[in-house]
């Protein structure tokens, strides 16, 4: 470890309450040289002042915003001197040993990423390594919830590591890159990372030595719909990002639907239609890999990700009989088709070709507007059917305690 430079990134948002046990054990593990770097992402609770009164040995970077975790994280690593790059949340306890083990997987041949192992508060494990099922792209951490007995003692390779304990080689963001900041505000930027780092060659291991206490989810929302916005959103944006055409469309679509068919959780199926709707009007901001690669991919992948949704509309308990979306949807409303143009003079061809291209935009204009009001009202009528199936679950209660009770009284008579 001494041979090697670490640099140690903490990304803060409202960390507030944490900070100052995840700072105080990270400094009283460190060695003079190691550099500890926090990022606030425009905390309102007083962690960058925290930071800036109690700690001066840590060097602090104010965003002035929430960055997202990719984003903050990626300013972190931008600023490190270190050779070997080190995550840690804010919420994190490192235990005795961690650095040393950390930085002994990265030193092994062609490991680009590690991962340490997470512990709940009560002792419990939390992660001991990611795995990433296909073909849906669902996430788990292996060992979640197991009372640590060693059984996850052994250091293997793995799908992903979490990023709350999560040590990264300068080399390898040489050659793959930093977060994708597309995941934000959270949730599968880890799983991108090590997937486009496998990609090119690098190994992914987990390092069962380098062990934290995690509290898990102080910065995002822990359970409900915008958990589930944010973590489906995250998978659709990985699955088009590393599924090629075929797997796409053979392989996810098929069992996507199957599970849509069958999810029985109103949270999910809410978070869901959210998630859909965000990846459909934010999709030319996916980059042009997988299944988009291909130059007319976007209209089949925005039709079948409409028709997703146009699922979970259906399956709504009460939801209205009426199509979910207008026909102009077969024809997302977003697309400017280009148009080739070949002018006699050509000096004035590039101005001509703007001219119409402008022209066109502004012909559309009405459609792109009355596609939009269509949108509104359909979310409108959604957000309506769900406030009459709260209401009616918020009525039954009392009522079938009353009924409970009636049955209880009468029996106590006879």
């Known amino acids: 470890m001494d041979n090697i430079s670490t640099s140690v990134i903490v990304p803060i948002w409202n ?26 992402n425009g905390s309102t609770d007083g962690s960058a002042a925290l930071v800036h009164e109690r700690y001066p040995q840590v060097r602090l970077i104010e965003n002035g915003r929430n960055l997202g975790f990719a984003g903050g994280c990626n300013v972190g ?38 991962g340490g192992k997470l512990l709940y508060p009560d002792g419990t494990i939390q992660h001991a390594g990611g795995t990433i099922s296909y073909p849906l792209a669902h996430t788990d951490h292996y060992g979640r919830h197991e009372m ?50 496998r990609a090119h ?36 944006r990985f699955v088009l990002k590393h599924y090629t055409t075929q797997q796409f469309y053979t392989d996810f679509l098929p069992a996507e639907r199957t599970w849509l068919a069958t999810a ?3 949270a999910l199926r809410q978070g869901l239609r959210m998630a859909y709707l965000d990846i459909l009007l934010g999709l030319q901001d996916v980059p042009r890999t997988g299944v988009l690669s291909e130059e007319t991919a ?33 024809e997302p409303p977003w697309r400017v088709p280009s148009r080739s143009f070949i002018a006699k003079i050509p000096v004035l061809g590039l101005p001509i070709i ?13 459609e792109r507007l009355a596609a939009a009001q269509e949108i509104l009202l359909c979310l409108d009528r959604e957000v309506t059917e769900n406030s009459i199936i709260q209401n009616e679950s918020a009525y039954a209660s009392p009522k079938k305690e009353s009924r409970v009770g009636a049955r209880v009284d009468a029996s106590e008579e006879t």
């Open 77 to 114: 690593l931008q600023a490190a001197r270190g050779e070997c790059l080190i995550l840690v949340n804010q919420d994190v306890i490192v235990q005795a040993g961690w650095l040393e083990a950390m930085v002994k997987a990265l030193s092994l041949p062609e490991v680009g990423i590690g």
């Open 148 to 197: 640590d007995k060693g059984q996850w003692s052994v250091q293997r390779e793995v799908d992903y590591v979490t990023g709350a304990l999560m040590g990264l080689k300068r080399t390898l963001l040489d050659r793959v890159g930093l977060f994708d900041e597309g995941f934000f505000p959270a949730y599968y930027e880890e799983a991108d990372l090590c997937t486009r780092a």
């Open 264 to 266: 029985p959780d109103l």
């Open 298 to 330: 976007t209209e089949a992948v925005a039709e079948a990700l409409i028709g997703l949704r146009g699922i979970l509309t259906g399956f709504l308990p009460g939801a209205s009989q009426v199509a979910p979306y207008p026909d102009r949807w077969i």
């Open 15 to 40: 960390g507030h309450e944490h900070l100052p046990v995840c700072l105080d054990a990270l400094l009283a593990q460190a060695a003079p040289s190691l550099e500890i770097i926090a990022v606030d």
């Open 354 to 366: 703007h001219l119409f291209k402008v022209l066109h935009l502004v012909w559309r204009l009405p």
């Open 201 to 236: 060659g690098f190994r992914i291991l987990y390092a069962p030595d380098c062990v934290g206490i995690h509290h898990e989810t102080t910065t995002t929302a822990k359970t409900g719909v915008v958990k589930n916005r944010w973590v489906e959103r995250g998978r659709l």
